[in-house]
């Protein structure tokens, strides 16, 4: 059987808001990559629960702890609990929508995201242990665990725009652990997931925005 | 010396602390190793600080500090819980302030340490139920048997604080075994793979905390995960609420008794790796309706089944 842990602050730990590392402070985490992503705080927010998710969301804090993660707090951040009405406060209209509908993991939730014209869909599940995977945005399948630095990519499906997103990490001194690219149609949109190995890459965020065929970099660590 | 996969590992006894050779892994895959690495590195505690270094990602100093971060979560839970607190369901809260005030009046039948432990499960766990800050060991679910037992202890045997911490990574390792080996997850392995390795992790520390030897840990854990075995996950609404409180409460008092039964010198005539692997076994023979799905057990009771329609308006 292999290990599926490794450190001892795996079974002591994590430090988290209760009550249960699935439903609560792995839908924190998956909160908080999505908020990453939009990269500014949303004027609308709609939440479509599945299976567990759908069921037990009210009991379990799901709803608030996906909230929370929305306003960017961590699973252990103390004034979670109070993100329901943190979110009131700032004007943020937010709603769940329980389904029926089955999904690929019990434990999912579709958040929706909007501010004026920006509008971002993320499908996220938490897969146990407060582990979450990422596994669409915007359409794309992807599958991003967040648990390495990550830098998420919306670019023109163009010849060029992989190497040139790849030079400035190369320039900047950045390793690519994994990458992942995938597109709507030939010529579409695309999106790139690139996971590295460092943690300081404001820097080549910027220089990536500054390619005319990158429509958006974003980029989270958890 | 015996290790498990290479003949190559050398340990270099300098002072009280134990040098490792650069470019050796340490590891432990089974209690037994964990044993046998601890015989050398002189503590469990020790020697899982040290493979713990071994992986790279953190100093010693770190590794140190985010223990004692941890103690200090726990330390703030049970704490909170004894002040009273009580869940959005209203399901549980506020028996750990009244086991306070029992154990106050000096009138009880078992003891004041077991009493203590007893307590501070429940207290962790009513702040786990209020969406309240608490570390996991292993799980959320499971949150307050480790603590609960570490800080009755503390008051039975003047622990300091370092001695505090070593107990979290002594505890640690032997959850480590437990989870590469079976599982800690109640919807994989029933609620003896949570509450039951919870106290398990509790009785091994214990019994290092209380000056006993590598060995007499692997018995304690031994004989408290001989006695969960087969304990069903079957929470009430899907709640983390009912019974996990309480079972928490009643772990923690396992893990003392194992604990002592351990320190008399009583072992366990299986060895605890294959304890470790009949719990797994168990875990996959068992129904899923006794594993977090909420459908079995207590959950299916008829005022189980009230609690979750008043509670979420649909029935069990």
């Not at chain 1, 509908?101 to 579709?110: D, F, M, Q, T």
């Not at chain 2, 139920?129 to 603590?147: E, I, Q, R």
Request: net charge negative; with cysteine; glycine share 10%.
């Amino acid at each position: 059987m292999g290990d599926r842990y490794h450190s001892v602050f795996d079974i002591i730990g994590p430090i988290m808001v209760g009550p249960s590392s699935s439903h609560t402070a792995g839908a924190a985490r998956i909160g908080k990559v999505v908020r990453k992503i939009f990269g500014t705080l949303p004027e609308k927010v709609t939440i479509y629960l599945y299976e567990s998710f759908a069921k037990t969301y009210q009991g379990h804090g799901t709803d608030i702890a996906l909230i929370g993660g929305l306003l960017d707090d961590e699973p252990d951040d103390p004034r979670l609990p109070q993100s329901l009405e943190r979110a009131k406060a700032l004007g943020i209209d937010v709603q769940f929508i329980p389904t029926d509908e089955v999904a690929e993991h019990p434990n999912s939730a579709k958040i929706v995201l909007e501010k004026g014209q920006q509008k971002l869909e993320v499908l996220g599940c938490s897969i146990g242990g407060g582990n979450i995977q990422i596994s669409e945005v915007n359409g794309f399948k992807i599958k991003m665990q967040a648990n390495q630095p990550t830098i998420l990519i919306v670019h023109q499906d163009l010849h060029g725009a992989i190497a040139k997103v790849a030079t400035v990490l190369a320039e900047q001194g950045i390793n690519i652990a994994t990458m992942m690219v995938s597109r709507k149609a030939k010529g579409d949109e695309a999106i790139m997931v690139i996971e590295v190995d460092e943690k300081e890459i404001d820097a080549s965020i910027e220089k990536m925005l500054e390619i005319p065929m990158i429509h958006q970099a974003s980029f989270f660590q958890s | 010396m015996m290790f498990s996969f290479s003949s190559n590992i050398e340990l270099a006894r300098g002072g009280t602390n134990t040098m490792i050779k650069r470019g050796i892994t340490l590891v432990f895959h089974s209690i037994k190793e964990l044993v046998t690495l601890a015989e050398n590195a002189g503590s469990v505690s020790e020697a899982m600080i040290q493979v713990e270094l071994q992986r790279g990602n953190m100093t010693r100093e770190e590794i140190w500090g985010q223990m004692d971060h941890q103690l200090s979560v726990m330390e703030k839970a049970v704490a909170r819980g004894i002040e009273g607190v009580a869940s959005p369901t209203g399901l549980t809260g506020n028996d750990a302030t009244r086991l306070m005030h029992y154990i106050e009046k000096g009138n009880f039948i078992s003891g004041e340490t077991i009493l203590k432990a007893v307590r501070n499960a429940i207290a962790t766990n009513e702040v786990n139920a209020a969406m309240g800050l608490v570390c996991a060991t292993p799980t959320a679910g499971s949150a307050g048997v480790v603590p609960g037992v570490l800080f009755a202890a503390r008051d039975q045997l003047n622990l300091t604080r370092e001695q505090m911490i070593r107990f979290l990574f002594t505890a640690g390792a032997f959850g480590l075994v437990t989870a590469n080996n079976a599982s800690i997850s109640g919807a994989e392995g029933g609620c003896q793979a949570e509450i039951g390795s919870a106290s398990g992790m509790a009785a091994a520390a214990l019994t290092e905390a209380a000056g006993g030897t590598p060995e007499m840990s692997s018995a304690a854990m031994a004989i408290t995960l001989k006695n969960m075995m087969g304990l069903i996950c079957d929470p009430v609404a899907g709640l983390v609420e009912v019974p996990c409180v309480k079972r928490n409460a009643l772990g923690a008092s396992q893990a003392m008794i194992s604990a002592d039964m351990a320190l008399a010198g009583i072992t366990s005539a299986i060895p605890t790796d294959e304890v470790i692997a009949a719990m797994y076994k168990v875990g996959i023979q068992m129904p899923t309706i006794f594993k977090e799905t909420a459908e079995g057990g207590l959950a299916d009771t008829p005022t189980g089944r009230d609690i979750k329609m008043k509670i979420f308006g649909v029935d069990a």
